[in-house]
Each structure stands twice: as C-alpha cells, then as structure tokens.
C-alpha cells in the first residue's frame, strides 16, 4: 500500500463508520411502497403474506450463506492440497460410502428445512379467509377496469371503472412516472379482500410488490388471491406479464383507507351510477 492510501484509510474507514451510524439512527418517516432508484431490496411489506415471503426469503438467505461458506472452504482446501507441487503422485481412490451417505443426507436435510416454512408459507397464502369486499380485476390492452359487484342492485354493474396510466406531460407534482393512474383502486384496510382476477384479451399479470401479490390475468379464467392490508396507504404495482407493445405502460395503484373513509367511497361512486 503506497503511503499516501495509508494515510487515507483510516479516514475512509471513519466516514463509512460515520455513514452507517447516520442512517441506523435516522428514524424511518414513510414506508416505501413504490420502487425507487437503485433499489436492492423489497418494499416494504403492508401484508402478513409479504412479511411472510420477507421472511422465507431471510430463511433461504441463511442456508445459502452456510453453503456458500463451506463449499468455498472446501474447494480452496482441495485446490491447496491436491495441487501438483504438493502432490504429484495422484491417488486412486473411486468411492467412500461414509462420506457418499454424508454428502446425499446433509442436502437432503437442508432441503427439508428449506420445505417446511416454505410450504407453510404457500397453504397460508392460498387460505381465502371470509372475504368483507370482493373486487375483480380485469387485463385489457393496455389498462385494468376494476368491478365491485357486492354493492350491485340489478345485472348492471354499479361501482365499475377503467384504470389508465397519467401520461408523463399530464403528470403533477408529486406523482409517479409510468406508475399513477387516474382511478386508483379503493379498498379498506385491516379487512380481508377478495381479489378476481381476468383479463379480456390477452395475459396480463396483476402484481403489487408491497402486497405480496402477482397474479396472472388469464383469459376464459377466474384467479382468485386473497389480501389483508395492515395499514393505510398507497401501494404501487405494474402489470408483470409481457402482454404487448404497452405493457410497460399499465400500472396498477391500491389506495388502502378507512372502512369509514371506504364507505364513503363507495357511496360516491354508486350516486354516480
Ligand atoms: Cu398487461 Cu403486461
């Protein structure tokens, strides 16, 4: 190291020090439910199934940084002492059935342990708890309508809009490019919700980070996802399934709110009607 690096260092060290001593002790003022640049993680979670896969993913993240360690140390052994200099003569050794039923259960223990919160995870999610509000959404090229049919009186739908993405020039202060649409979808939250999801021509994929959810939007198919959203909020999504030349231009907004603030919504789009 040439001297003016050494001298450097310490300084280097102390602002990275200072850095993360900054940022552990900023308290955190909003959630984050939109992507931001350079993101590395999740969203943060706003459902008990996103916290879940949060989870599940830290689970995995271990076993994998076990493994990851060991197979390492192991190939750097190998490589040190089976190296020619070292070991000119090779041996001829073919099989050891003490360390062949080894190196077949550890895997197959770990892969146990990977299955068990895994699959827990998966019934959770597909556990449909008696729904307070259904509402189906519908893919089109290139924008999702939504239909609360529980507050329909006749045939017709009562509460049913269409969700198109703000333009960048319409875009206001504020807002999000390629993520805002004009008619958010309105849902209470601390309520169980019942999502169908379809599409009139071609697949799409209904995704919320932030909620744990992606669905496909099948043509001729109902698919039905449950959410249960912790908190109020604004939670962005976009459709996640390449369903033409706008596909990236369909995003997908949650505005979850108060039941009171919910019913009062609804009763504004029912006079509507
Ligand atoms: Cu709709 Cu991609």
Not at 11 to 21: A, C, G, L, R
Not at 112 to 129: G, N, Q, R, T
Request: aromatic share 12%; proline share 5%; hydrophobic share 50%.
């Amino acid at each position: 190291m040439n001297l003016k690096l050494a001298f450097l260092w310490p300084k280097v060290m102390e602002y990275f020090v200072f850095i993360t001593i900054c940022f552990s002790l900023t308290p955190k003022k909003a959630y984050q439910d939109a992507p931001e640049a350079w993101q590395m993680g999740f969203q943060d979670p706003a459902t008990p199934v996103m916290q879940g896969i949060i989870d599940l993913h830290h689970d995995i993240s271990f076993f994998m940084l076990v493994i990851l360690v060991f197979v390492i140390w192991m190939l750097s052994r190998t490589l040190y002492h089976f190296r020619e200099g070292n070991n000119p003569v090779p041996e001829k050794i073919l099989h050891g059935t003490t360390i062949e039923i080894a190196w077949t259960i550890a895997p197959s223990l770990i892969l146990v342990f990977i299955a068990i919160p895994s699959f827990a995870l998966l019934y959770s999610m597909d556990e449909v708890v008696d729904p307070a509000v259904t509402v189906k959404a519908i893919g089109h090229q290139w924008y999702w309508s939504y239909e609360y049919s529980d507050y329909n009186q006749s045939d017709e739908e009562s509460v049913a809009f269409d969700s198109y993405m703000i333009p960048e020039d319409d875009l206001s202060v504020g807002q999000l490019r390629l993520l805002d649409v004009d008619n958010r979808v309105v849902v209470p939250a601390n309520l169980h919700i019942r999502l169908i999801i379809t599409s009139a021509d071609v697949l799409h994929s209904w995704a919320v980070p932030s909620l744990g959810i992606k669905c496909d939007a099948v043509p001729g198919r109902l698919n039905q996802v449950s959410m249960f959203i912790k908190r109020q909020g604004v939670f962005y999504g976009q459709c996640s399934e390449l369903c033409g030349a706008n596909h990236g231009f369909m995003p997908i907004v949650v505005e979850a709110v108060s039941l009171q603030d919910y019913v009062a919504w609804v009763a504004n789009k029912l006079e509507e009607a």
